[in-house]
């Protein structure tokens, strides 16, 4: 079944949860850069629904400011790495918890989301364990900029041209799956870096 569920008894931290009949763990999935739950290209509901045919539990969810999670104020709206991020996500997972007593509990994210994962690790006693998928940083700190390294925009770049002339890809851009900015971004770096 799935449901949505505000982490936090409140209305800041908005999931939805991917629940089997019979749960023996539990997964949360955190956002992956500004792509709200449903994870990039759906993959989080995808992931989600073949997890609960193993019987994990997975709750997809949005940071504040991120996706249907409000922001905690309004200067951080679709800020990845907000100042109140990591203690969101603390507190996600122990609501996650409650709501699943005595079940391993996992953190997971890709990008920003493996990031939140590998803080939330480091909480004592929270975490059976924390799959990081490709994080851009290990330490944040308000104010960094953090560049697409040379070989992610190279890559990004062909498969730009692979994809350009396909259906899906427009489909995809013009119903808000990729954010033009992003493609503009690694285009324009990629033109420098051949100039």
Known sequence: SERVLWLDGGRGVFAVATTPATVRQVLVLFNS???HH?????YYVELARALAAEGVATLRVDLPGIGDSPPANAAEDNVVYAAGAVPA???ALRSVARE?????????GICSGAYHSLKCALEPGLLASAIVINPLTYFWKQGMVIEMPDFRV????ARYQRTMFTLSAWRKLFSGGVDPRNVLRVVARRAAARL
């Open 38 to 42: 449903i994870g990039p290209n759906r």
């Open 154 to 157: 190279t890559a990004e770049a």
């Open 33 to 35: 850069g500004g792509v």
């Open 100 to 108: 699943f007593p005595g079940l391993p509990l996992h953190a997971a």
């Open 89 to 91: 996500c603390i507190a």
